[in-house]
Every structure is written in structure tokens, then in C-alpha cells.
């Protein structure tokens, strides 16, 4: 099957490709030898993590030592506690040691967390070098890699550190995914579904009819969903680059609820996939209340959620503690809690909901 290719154009920014197929990580070096703004960088820094480290390194060092770049490698331990500050520093330490400067690239080798990591790492050293995404994650393929938004997490919060940086390239080699365990996988799917249900009937009405086969890890359902998300993705990004006008907005469909949830059980304690699935069955619910959303919107969603491995999530927290979480995240504005609330499938609002409307709908969840 031949590599898709999505050409991300975003207003202002050098446009990208996103190569999306079975067994293109070997081609990456030479891949990034054709684009001008490799034609001068010499050394290349893969970030990864110690999970990603021995499966999928020494192939990628091979790819880009074998179009001529001098490569170096850092492992950072694997887990959302790597999305730190302190992480950052010591990575900025060890490339000054390095002798990196302006003409490097940094290239991220793996899921969510090192894209973010590298991203910004790549995106502040110097005042900014090239980065380029390999993420090893379906959760990665579809959303982290692609938009241009890196972070590091807080103690208050995830993400509240970061930058919109956009990559030079993404390298998303299906081939990786094999790997991947039931739990990453329905993480990804939750992303997916979470696209789906923004984007259009379309989208939505084919990952129902493909969600069995996607489960299955069928590829060619698999490479779909990858690039049907990357188009909706980048379809966005192109209309609202740093999430100042609105639109952007719609990616956080889920993420409310989702967010609160991963920082009071505790980054890693549950996938963030099934935090932000818990998150959509949330939102239906409310847009219910608040934007006469229909009951057969809530009851299609619930059922594709169940059917890619995404069941709801068994509730540990009071109401109280989960608005208070809600309303430390970024995307709350002037204390004041916003849903993305879909009103039918593709059809969306970006809502504030009063703190007492939100802790009813907690008390009923």
C-alpha cells in the first residue's frame, strides 16, 4: 500500500508533508535532504524515551546517518513526569554539550509526551531549531504531531508551559503501531472518535461502520482514520494557528472533563484517550441540557466509544474537586469552566457553563 501524503498549509507558516504508510521510517533522512530548510543542518538530536528507545532508535539513527546527518540520541524515562521543566533543562544542558547550535534539528521519537517534550525543547533552544515529528503512538499520529502545539505539564496543570511551534516534516510509519498495547491503542481511537464527531457526518458515519476493523487493527482502516484525522486536524489549524479565534477550540471537545480527570487520579493512573472518552460522554450529556443536543447523538456516541475499547470511566471524585480542577486548566477563561458542546455531529459551541449547571451534571455523572 503506498504512503498517504497530507500537506499541512497553515497562513504565515512553511507548508509540511505528513507521510502516513507501512515501513517509511528507513526513508526519513532522505526525505528530509529535499526540503530547503535541511539543506544546511548537519547535526541531528533524536529525543525519545526509554520504552521507544529499543524498539524503533537504532533504525532511525540509520535513517538519517545514511543522508549524511551527524546524529546524536538523549532517552528521557517514559511517562507523562517526563513532560517537565526540569526534564527540559536537563536536555537544554546536554545539547549545549553537544555544541548544537542554530543549524540543528531536533527530531521526536514517540508518543504524546516526547512530541510535546521535543517540540518545545526544539522550539525554545536557541530561540527555536527544526523539529520534526516521528510519533510511534495512534494517539500521536492523529493529533499530538500534527498543529504545532508543544507544552510541558505544571503541578497545577498539564500543558500550562508551551509554545505553537509547527514541525518541518512528519514521519508517521504505520508499521510502529503493531506494538502497541490494548490500552494505547483505544487511547488513539478515542482521538480519532473525538474528530469524528466534530468534523462531519461523513467522518463520523465511516468510523462507525469501520470501528470494528479499526479495533482489529486492520491497516487499511487504520491508515484511513490516520489521515482523515490529520485533514480535519490541519483544516482547523490552518483557520486558527494559536487558538485565538475560536476554532481551534473544537480539538478540546472531551478534553474538559478529560483533563480534571487525568490530574486528580494522577498523569498516567488512566490513558489520556479514555479520560477524553469520559470527557465526550460528559459534553453529549450536558449539550442535552443546555444546546438541545439529541439523545441519538448520545446514544451513537456511547455506542462507538464501547465499541473501540473506551467504556466509561469508574467515578472516585467529588463533583467539587473536579470543577476545581476544571478551573485551574487553560482552557478555562476568567474562572469561568468552557465545553465544546456538540449540538448534532459536526455541529458545535463553544460554551461557559455557570459552575452550578456543571456541578449538577457532575452530581448526576
Not at 509526551?113 to 525543547?121: H, I, R, T, Y
Not at 498523569?267 to 469520559?278: L, N, P, T
Amino acid at each position: 500500500m503506498p504512503a498517504t501524503k497530507v500537506v499541512v498549509n497553515i497562513p504565515d507558516e512553511t507548508p509540511y508533508d505528513v507521510r502516513i504508510g507501512q515501513n517509511i521510517l528507513g526513508q526519513l533522512g532522505h526525505a528530509l535532504r529535499k526540503l530547503d530548510q535541511f539543506s544546511a543542518i548537519d547535526q541531528v538530536l533524536i529525543i525519545t524515551d526509554d520504552n521507544v528507545a529499543p524498539l524503533y532508535l537504532a533504525q532511525t539513527k540509520e535513517a538519517l546517518s545514511s543522508a549524511g546527518f551527524r546524529v546524536s540520541d538523549l532517552s528521557v524515562h517514559a511517562g507523562e513526569d517526563a513532560k517537565s521543566l526540569d526534564v527540559a533543562k536537563e536536555i537544554y544542558e546536554a545539547m549545549a554539550m553537544l555544541a548544537l547550535g542554530r543549524d540543528c534539528a531536533v527530531v521526536a521519537l514517540g508518543g504524546g509526551v516526547v512530541g510535546d517534550l521535543a517540540g518545545f525543547v526544539g522550539s525554545t533552544y536557541m530561540r527555536g531549531v527544526e523539529v520534526v515529528q516521528v510519533p510511534t503512538t495512534l494517539l500521536a499520529m492523529v493529533d499530538s504531531s500534527v498543529g504545532g502545539k508543544t507544552g510541558v505539564n505544571l503541578q497545577a496543570g498539564k500543558n500550562l508551559v508551551g509554545t505553537f511551534n509547527q514541525p518541518a516534516y512528519v514521519c508517521a510509519d504505520t508499521t510502529v503501531l503493531m506494538t502497541l498495547d490494548e490500552r494505547e491503542w483505544a487511547c488513539g481511537c478515542a482521538e480519532i472518535a473525538k474528530s469524528a464527531v466534530i468534523d462531519s457526518d461523513d467522518f463520523f458515519f465511516w468510523l462507525t461502520d469501520a470501528a470494528a476493523a479499526l479495533s482489529a487493527r486492520d491497516m487499511a482502516a487504520t491508515e484511513e482514520a490516520i489521515a482523515r484525522s490529520v485533514v480535519f486536524k490541519a483544516d482547523v489549524v490552518a483557520q486558527d494557528k494559536t487558538e485565538s479565534h475560536g476554532v481551534r477550540e473544537c480539538l478540546n471537545y472531551g478534553h474538559t472533563l478529560g483533563h480534571a480527570i487525568e490530574k486528580l487520579a494522577g498523569y498516567g493512573v488512566y490513558s489520556h484517550g479514555a479520560c477524553v472518552a469520559d470527557g465526550m460522554r460528559f459534553a453529549v450529556r450536558l449539550g442535552m441540557r443546555l444546546v438541545d443536543t439529541p439523545q441519538e447523538l448520545v446514544d451513537a456516541q456511547d455506542a462507538l466509544l464501547d465499541e473501540l475499547g473506551l467504556p466509561k470511566l469508574p467515578s472516585h471524585f467529588e463533583p467539587q474537586a473536579i470543577l476545581d480542577a476544571m478551573k485551574r486548566d487553560k482552557k478555562a477563561r476568567h474562572g469561568q469552566v468552557r465545553f465544546v458542546l456538540p449540538r448534532d455531529v459536526g455541529d458545535w459551541v463553544l460554551m461557559d457553563v455557570e459552575d452550578d449547571i456543571i456541578l449538577e451534571q457532575l452530581q448526576d455523572w
